[in-house]
C-alpha cells in the first residue's frame, strides 16, 4: 500500500522487536533504511535483513547509545554522509524491567529516564538539522504506561509520560517548519522482549488477550503498518497524536490486567 521509493528512513533502536518489524517493512516498501544500537553483533544482523527486504536499497547500520550525546552526533554525521538527509525518524530507543518503586534503586530509575527521555531528546534535537523540510517526520514509539498506571513500572511510567509530552511540545515548534512528529502506543505485542518480561507466561499472556476487546495480543507488524500510515502522505495532516495502537486494550483492560499482575507480583515478594 505505500511506496518509499528514494526516502532516507532511520530506526534508532531498530534492531530487534517492534523497531526492527518497523525497519523491515520501510525497506520493504522501497526506503533506504538505517537502523542503529548499541550492539554492534545486533546492527549487522538486522542489516542483513533489510539487504534480504530490499536489496536494492542503501542500508546502513549505526553503533551507538542515544545515552552518549557524542555517540549520537558521530552517527548522524554518517548518516548525512550516506544519506544527505532524512525523511522519516523513528525513535524507539528504550529500557524496561520490572521493579517495585519500594526496591527499585535510584540508578536503576535514572537508568530507565536517560535512555526512553533524555535518550529521545538527544536523538530528536541531533537529527534535526537533517530532516527534510517541509515533509519530514518523526515517529516515537512510546508504551501504554505513558497514561496506564501499572506495578512494578513507576520508573518506565515516568520515562514514556515524558516521551509524548515532548511529542505534543516538539509538534508545536517544528510544525511551523512542516515536520511532522507523533507517537505510537503499542499494546501488548506478542514475541517481544518487553511483553515477555511483563507477561512471561503462557497463561499470563493469554488473561491479557482476554482483557484486549479485540481479544488477541498484537503482531509487531500491526505496529509497523500504523508507523508506514504516519509516515505517509496519507497522514500529511496529523502530527502531535498519541496513537494507541491496541486493540482497545488502553479503553479498560490494561488496567484490569495489569491489577492481576500487580498482585501476582506482591504475592511473589516482587
Known amino acids: 500500500m505505500f511506496t518509499y521509493h528514494n526516502k532516507n528512513v532511520v530506526v534508532v533502536g531498530?534492531?530487534?522487536?517492534?523497531?526492527?518489524?518497523?525497519?523491515?517493512?520501510?525497506?520493504?516498501?522501497?526506503?533506504?533504511?538505517?537502523?542503529a544500537s548499541r550492539s554492534e553483533e545486533k546492527v549487522k544482523h538486522a542489516v542483513s535483513q533489510l539487504q534480504q527486504a530490499n536489496c536494492d536499497g542503501k542500508h546502513l547500520g549505526l553503533t551507538f547509545d542515544v545515552r552518549d550525546e557524542s555517540a549520537v552526533i558521530a552517527g548522524f554525521e554518517q548518516v548525512e554522509a550516506e544519506y544527505k538527509y532524512i525523511d522519516v525518524l523513528v525513535s524507539g530507543a528504550a529500557g524496561n524491567f520490572p521493579a517495585s518503586a519500594a526496591k527499585l534503586s535510584s540508578n536503576g530509575f535514572k537508568s530507565v529516564m536517560d535512555i526512553d527521555l533524555l535518550g529521545s531528546f538527544q536523538v530528536l534535537k541531533n537529527a534535526y538539522g537533517?530532516?527534510?523540510?517541509?515533509?519530514?517526520?518523526?515517529?516515537?514509539?512510546?508504551?501504554?504506561?505513558?497514561y496506564i498506571a501499572m506495578p512494578l513500572q513507576a520508573h518506565v511510567c515516568a520515562a514514556k509520560a515524558g516521551v509524548d509530552m515532548l511529542t505534543r511540545t516538539l509538534a508545536i515548534e517544528w510544525g511551523m517548519e512542516g515536520v511532522r512528529i507523533n507517537s505510537i502506543v503499542p499494546g501488548p505485542i506478542a514475541d517481544t522482549e518487553g511483553f515477555n518480561r511483563l507477561a512471561p507466561s503462557e497463561e499470563l499472556q493469554a488473561q491479557v488477550a482476554s482483557s484486549v476487546p479485540l481479544q488477541r495480543n498484537g503482531a509487531k507488524q500491526d505496529i509497523a503498518n500504523a508507523a508506514l500510515f504516519l509516515g505517509s502522505e496519507m497522514a500529511s495532516y496529523i502530527t502531535g497524536v498519541v496513537l494507541p495502537v491496541d486493540g482497545g486494550w488502553s479503553l479498560g483492560g490494561a488496567s484490569t490486567a495489569m491489577s492481576q499482575l500487580g498482585k501476582m507480583a506482591a504475592k511473589h515478594g516482587l
Open 130 to 146: 537533517l530532516l527534510n523540510k517541509p515533509n519530514a517526520n518523526i515517529i516515537q514509539i512510546s508504551a501504554p504506561q505513558a
Open 14 to 35: 531498530g534492531t530487534s522487536g517492534i523497531n526492527l518489524q518497523i525497519a523491515i517493512s520501510f525497506a520493504e516498501a522501497g526506503a533506504n533504511v538505517a537502523v
